[in-house]
C-alpha cells in the first residue's frame, strides 16, 4: 500500500492541525520533519514539493497536498467512514469553518516565522518587538473568539464533538502559552482546550510527543 507522508516541523501550528486531524481520523501516517530554524523549507528539495515554503505538506500515496485546512477537509472527503471534521448540518459545519478560520486565517499568519523574519530585518523590530507583536496578534483574535465560544457554549469549540475548530484551537492555545500571552481573560478556550487535550488524538498530536522534538 502507498505510504501516507506528514512533512511537518514538531512547533509548527498548522503541522499540528494535520496531526489531529489524521488521528481524529485513525489514519497512520509517516512524519517527515522539515527544520524551520534550518532553512530546509526553503531548501531546493522542499521547494520543488511545496513552492510554498512552508509546513506542512501531506503525500498521501502521490497525492500531494499543501494548507493545513485543505488538508483536513481532503481526509475528510477522502476518507469519510471515520469521525468526521466537518458536522454535516450547514449551520454547525459554517460554525466549525468560521472557528478554525478565525484563527488559520487571521491569527497565525502574523506569528508566522517569516513575517517575524521581515520586522526584523525591514523595521528594525528586535526580539521583545517581535514576541509583544505575536502575543498582541493572539490576544485581539482571542478577544473575539471568547465571545464567540461564550455565545454558543458547548463541550468543544463548536459542539460536542470535536471538530475542525478544534484541530485549529488547540495548537492556537499551545502558541499562546509558548509565547507567554496571559489566558486568564479566556476562560471558554481555556476550558475546551483542557477538555481536547484529554483526548489521545489530540495528546498524541502535541509537538513535545513529535520525533523531531527538541
Ligand atoms: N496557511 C498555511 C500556513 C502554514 C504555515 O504558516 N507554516 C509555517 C509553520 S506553522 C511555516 O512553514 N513557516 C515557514 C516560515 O515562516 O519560513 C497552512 O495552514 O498550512
Known sequence: MAERVLYGYFRSSAAYRVRIALNLKGLAYRQRPVNLLKGEQKSAEYLALN???????LDDGGVKIVQSLAICEYLDDAYPDTARLLPSDPVARARAR?????????????????????????????????????RHWIRTGFDALEQQLAASPARYAAGDEPTLADVCLLPQVFSARRFAVD?????HIVRIAEALDALPA???????KQPDAV
Request: hydrophobic content about 45%.
Open 51 to 57: 513552492p510554498h515554503g512552508m509546513v506542512p505538506l
Open 202 to 208: 489530540f495528546a498524541d498530536a502535541h509537538p513535545a
Open 183 to 187: 489566558l486568564a481573560p479566556y476562560p
Open 98 to 134: 468560521s472557528i478554525a478560520l478565525a484563527i488559520a486565517a487571521d491569527i497565525h499568519p502574523l506569528q508566522n516565522p517569516r513575517v517575524g523574519k521581515h520586522l526584523q530585518a525591514e523595521f528594525g523590530v528586535g526580539e521583545d518587538g517581535k514576541t509583544e507583536w505575536i
